[in-house]
């Protein structure tokens, strides 16, 4: 099925393996602020019949130029769009942060489009749709907003808001995203036909294990485990290829059971 009218592929992904005929295509959603850049590495540690591709959301990297989206649905309606093409369990997704809710969201737009979910569905760093509650920073302005970005301690951010040049090109989409992650009010969980399996680092105040053990009710399959990670929010930033490798693992043999 071709993407609806208007919303171009090219914008919106970027792929980072292409193959002809994948076994599986993982597609992968950034933190708020963050860039489909962080995926680029993926592919090293991950088996070669499995494309790999990020998404971009506008007002970063080749996108600078282009209005930022701060609404959950206005995000996510052109990234099914775009999706929709590929639904079904051939599709997988992987959300970190922020990105997990994109990722739920699109999924659940997907089945109802479609009436495919995606074959299995990564999250990381979020609380599951039903304990998300509202957030305030993005109504405190300029300097609360840098400050959170520096407490949850991205070590891509600190050369970035340090540099006042670089700060004013990226602030209007960190702005947009916590407003989006700040508003965003879902609905009662809707249970998806996938298999979901969540991470976390150990330090990460934001997402406590019990907490992260929610996710299990948007699996209406029952196919749902975690791992816990070394390190706080951005743990996958320390130690990338432990974790890439660790999906890998899951999506050659979808029923191996991983400790926590």
């Known amino acids: 099925m071709s993407p609806s009218a208007g919303v ?3 914008k919106w992904l970027r792929c980072y393996r292409k193959v002809a005929t994948p076994r599986l295509r993982l597609v992968c ?3 708020a602020g963050g860039a489909a850049s962080m995926f680029r ?8 019949d499995i494309e790999v591709t990020g998404v971009c959301y506008p007002g970063r990297q080749d996108r600078l130029l282009e209005p930022c ?9 052109p990234i099914a769009d775009v999706l ?10 992987f959300g970190h942060s922020m990105g997990a809710s994109v990722a739920y969201e699109v999924a659940l737009r997907l089945k109802q489009r479609t009436g495919s979910a995606p074959g299995r569905m990564f999250v990381s760093g979020q609380l599951p749709p039903h304990r998300v509650v509202p957030k305030s920073v993005h109504l405190r302005g300029d300097d609360a907003i840098l400050e959170e970005v520096r407490r949850l301690g991205d070590p891509d951010a600190g050369t970035v808001l340090d540099d006042p040049d670089l700060r004013e ?4 989409a960190i702005r947009a995203d916590f407003r989006l992650i700040g508003t965003y009010l879902p609905h009662p969980v809707t249970p998806l036909d996938t298999a979901v399996t969540a991470y976390v680092g150990d330090e990460d105040a934001q997402v406590p294990v019990e907490g992260l053990r929610e ?3 948007v699996s209406a399959t029952g196919r749902f485990d975690h791992r816990v990670y070394p390190g706080g929010h951005f743990y996958l930033m320390d130690d990338s290829e432990a974790l890439v490798r660790d999906l890998a693992g899951r999506l050659t043999d979808p029923n191996e059971k991983h400790t926590s």
């Open 169 to 172: 090109l990226v602030l209007p």
């Open 69 to 77: 989206i701060d609404e959950m649905g206005a995000l996510t309606t």
């Open 215 to 217: 996710w299990a009710a």
């Open 29 to 31: 959603f950034p933190h």
């Open 8 to 10: 171009n592929p090219s």
């Open 41 to 48: 590495d993926w592919p090293r540690w991950l088996p070669d």
């Open 84 to 93: 929709q093409r590929w639904a079904g369990d051939r599709l997988v997704l």
